[in-house]
């Protein structure tokens, strides 16, 4: 991957990152309705609702943090490198979803 190649990946990144952090707070006021992000996740008796709230926060910070380690990658200078086999994730999977950290194969 070449230094362009990273630069035009962490720009998707980022902005998939500002994305996804804004969808977060979404499904915490519309789970909650009670805005601020915060200590909100140990909740004891979440209505069910708000337990399918809880869920969709758990896939999208789960995505989110996949995006963050991408960005990390990018800085360390391994992003595109398959984590198993090591060969160049193909541009498809990463136009796809820039987050990925496996090849087609690997997959
Ligand atoms: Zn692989």
């Keep these: 991957m070449t230094h362009d190649d990273s630069k035009?990946?962490?720009?998707?990144?980022?902005?998939?990152?500002?994305?996804?952090?804004?969808?977060?707070?979404?499904?915490?006021?519309?789970?909650?309705?009670?805005?601020?992000?915060?200590?909100?996740?140990?909740?004891?008796?979440?209505?069910?609702?708000?337990g399918i709230a809880h869920a969709e926060?758990?896939?999208?910070?789960?995505?989110?943090?996949?995006?963050?380690?991408?960005?990390?990658?990018?800085?360390?200078g391994t992003y595109g490198a398959c984590l198993k086999c090591g060969n160049a994730i193909s541009t498809d999977v990463l136009a796809a979803a820039p987050e990925s950290v496996y090849c087609v194969a690997c997959k």
């Design 8 to 50: 035009k990946y962490e720009a998707i990144l980022l902005e998939l990152q500002a994305t996804l952090s804004k969808e977060i707070k979404d499904v915490i006021r519309g789970g909650n309705d009670m805005g601020e992000i915060g200590n909100r996740d140990e909740e004891a008796d979440e209505t069910e609702e708000s």
């Design 57 to 76: 926060q758990i896939a999208l910070k789960g995505r989110l943090h996949a995006v963050l380690d991408a960005l990390e990658r990018i800085k360390a």
